[in-house]
């Protein structure tokens, strides 16, 4: 059972920056890690992936505004957020799975962009 904790949600003007990262409870180098975000009254939405050896991919909305990295010596994925509009406000959740499906989640970290 892996646990993950997000952190680094805050409040935030539009066009500024932020970082959230995801602390597991054991080493993640067998997992894929992603970040999925959930807005008001929304569905939860894929946002990110980082596969085992590195393979990034994005939802077309944040592609090239948010980067998913992993540290797998700090069993810590991260997601930088850059050029923040007011439609990233959302909970951000991290997960973690192993083939085919997400196994694990985290409790989620608020972000909220204002102008």
């Known amino acids: 059972q892996v646990r993950l904790a997000e952190s680094g949600g805050a409040s935030v003007q539009t066009g500024g920056s932020l970082r959230l990262s995801c602390q597991a409870s054991?080493?993640?180098?067998?997992?894929?890690m992603g970040w999925f975000r959930q807005a008001p009254g929304k569905e939860r939405e894929w946002v990110a992936r980082?596969?085992?050896?590195?393979?990034?991919y994005y939802e077309d909305s944040v592609e090239g505004r948010f980067t998913i990295s992993k540290d797998n010596s700090k069993k810590t994925s991260y997601l930088q957020m850059s050029s923040l509009k007011h439609e990233d406000t959302a909970t951000y959740y991290c997960?973690?799975?192993?083939?085919?499906?997400?196994?694990?989640w985290g409790q989620g970290t608020q972000v909220v962009v204002s102008s």
């Open positions: 997960a973690a799975g192993v083939g085919c499906a997400w196994d694990y």
């Open positions: 980082i596969d085992t050896i590195g393979l990034t």
């Open positions: 054991e080493y993640i180098s067998d997992y894929f």
